[in-house]
């Protein structure tokens, strides 16, 4: 009975003491949870060179196995042959490669989504473009006239623009054009921010195609380790390409 209300009283935990202020040069000092794991360690290891000293004293000089004849050592330590290449069957190897076909797929799709979900937010505003503003006059002689900067109302210094493109009467406000300090840092900020992710979006971009390009690799690789007669074709052969492979025709069921 006493026993069983030792165990249910509240002890103190013992606390080792830390290093000494003198000897912290020499590091931490070990505790004994720190000295079980040094001596289990030391003890596994004593083992360890009991058991191969035994094997060596018990060792038989006449053994032969087959194994022995292409058993090679360098610097005196046994050097294991890989059997890697043959561990999976062709059938396995397909099978893998299907996997990684598919995983690469579906993270060009996933990378492609936010890639549109980036355009729609940025709306590609300031970003270089193919297309043009095409102005119709009614004859030659208007379109030698024609003078953009009249026809858009703004500045010439701001025709390559096609966004936030204030007009001539904007400009003539002073205080509407610069909106002070404030709007400075402001824009400066916003600036810095799009140009962020515009990079972004180019990497999202770079990081698809790749990833796309890989698959088609794959899936490629797949498709010569599969079944059926083939036979690569000469560079002249496939035009000028090469790794171009040809099956032969069979009859399906």
Not at 2 to 16: G, P, Y
Not at 36 to 65: C, G, M, S, W
Not at 216 to 221: C, E, H, I, N
């Amino acid at each position: 009975m006493s026993s069983d209300l030792r165990n249910f009283t509240k002890r103190v935990a013992k606390k080792e003491r830390a290093q000494p202020a003198a000897r912290r040069k020499v590091g931490l000092l070990e505790k004994h949870k720190d000295y079980v794991l040094r001596a289990k360690d030391f003890h596994r290891k004593e083992a360890t060179i009991k058991q191969l000293r035994r094997k060596a004293e018990e060792r038989n000089p006449d053994e032969f196995y087959f194994g022995m004849e292409k058993a090679r050592t360098a610097d005196g330590v046994h050097v294991q042959r890989s059997t890697e290449a043959n561990k999976y069957s062709q059938d396995e190897l397909r099978l893998m490669k299907t996997q990684d076909v598919n995983y690469l797929t579906l993270k060009a799709q996933a990378e492609s989504k936010k890639v549109e979900r980036m355009q729609q937010s940025l709306h590609l505003i300031g970003a270089p473009t193919s297309n043009q503003h095409v102005v119709f006059v009614d004859d030659e002689k208007e379109a030698q006239r024609f003078d953009p900067a009249r026809h858009f109302d703004t500045a010439p210094e701001l025709l390559d623009r096609s966004y936030n493109r204030p007009r001539l009467a904007q400009l003539a406000n002073a205080q509407a054009v610069s909106g002070g300090a404030a709007a400075a840092t402001a824009v400066a900020r916003l600036e810095k921010k799009r140009a962020g992710s515009y990079r972004e979006l180019l990497q999202r971009q770079q990081r698809q195609q790749k990833l796309g390009s890989l698959a088609q690799q794959m899936a490629y690789d797949k498709q010569l380790t599969g079944k059926g007669r083939k036979r690569k074709l000469r560079p002249e052969e496939a035009g000028g390409q090469s790794d171009v492979f040809r099956w032969k025709a069979e009859r399906k069921r």
